[in-house]
T-cell receptor
Framework: SAVISQKPSRDICQRGTSLTIQCQVDSQVTMMFWYRQQPGQSLTLIATANQGSEATYESGFVIDKFPISRPNLTFSTLTVSNMSPEDSSIYLC????????????FGQGTRLTVV | AQSVTQPDIHITVSEGASLELRCNYSYGATPYLFWYVQSPGQGLQLLLKYFSGDTLVQGIKGFEAEFKRSQSSFNLRKPSVHWSDAAEYFCAVGFSGGYNKLIFGAGTRLAVHP
């Protein structure tokens, strides 16, 4: 199994600013993903973080708003840019290995409040 | 398009009673299916998963789930609920190819009465 650490665990930010969330995995993994969980809602996939290339974004999410880095096989960052109160959510990092019969592991999440 | 439906938003059961949480999916190929639990203020914990083989899968904390292809369902069950089971439960489907990019259902919030 993989242990995923996210930093910060929570933050309160002013609107118009940006926050970068870090995700560290304790082992090399093929795939890393970023999800958003809005208050009282389920999880929605933002993007797949690809090592060595641009992230792949899901419909409704764009790179200018959520730039993602993946410099190696154990680390990724998600930036929430030009924040508004609507960005208040929990952001979760997930990691998995490519291949059959693998499962995705999740970090504890970053609880973001934008005021 | 792929989707996951959890028809029950809230469920309340008495401690010691049996539990069944429903999950239906829409996916063209054989799905990878998961149940996760999220306690308040916590991350996601995997309860169980189905990739192939035996359609009745056992998980942690006494949970089990049964994959029924004909009904496109993957319902979660527990024979006797404990107060500590109160949490949010998410069903998820993963795409074939082992990429494990997940689509989640809306979740079912379980309350347990003493």
């Amino acid at each position: 199994s993989a242990v995923i650490s996210q930093k910060p665990s929570r933050d309160i930010c002013q609107r118009g600013t940006s926050l970068t969330i870090q995700c560290q995995v304790d082992s090399q993994v093929t795939m890393m993903f970023w999800y958003r969980q809005q208050p009282g809602q389920s999880l929605t996939l933002i993007a797949t973080a690809n090592q060595g290339s641009e992230a792949t974004y899901e419909s409704g999410f764009v790179i200018d708003k959520f730039p993602i880095s993946r410099p190696n096989l154990t680390f990724s960052t998600l930036t929430v840019s030009n924040m508004s109160p609507e960005d208040s959510s929990i952001y979760l990092c997930s990691a998995a290995d490519r291949g059959m019969n693998t499962e995705a592991f999740f970090g504890q999440g970053t609880r973001l409040t934008v005021v | 398009a792929q989707s996951v439906t959890q028809p029950d938003i809230h469920i309340t059961v008495s401690e010691g009673a049996s539990l069944e949480l429903r999950c239906n999916y829409s996916y063209g190929a054989t799905p990878y299916l998961f149940w996760y639990v999220q306690s308040p203020g916590q991350g996601l914990q995997l309860l169980l998963k189905y990739f192939s083989g035996d359609t009745l899968v056992q998980g942690i904390k006494g949970f089990e789930a049964e994959f029924k292809r004909s009904q496109s369902s993957f319902n979660l069950r527990k024979p006797s609920v404990h107060w500590s089971d109160a949490a949010e439960y998410f069903c998820a489907v993963g795409f074939s190819g082992g990429y494990n990019k997940l689509i989640f259902g809306a979740g079912t919030r379980l309350a347990v009465h003493p």
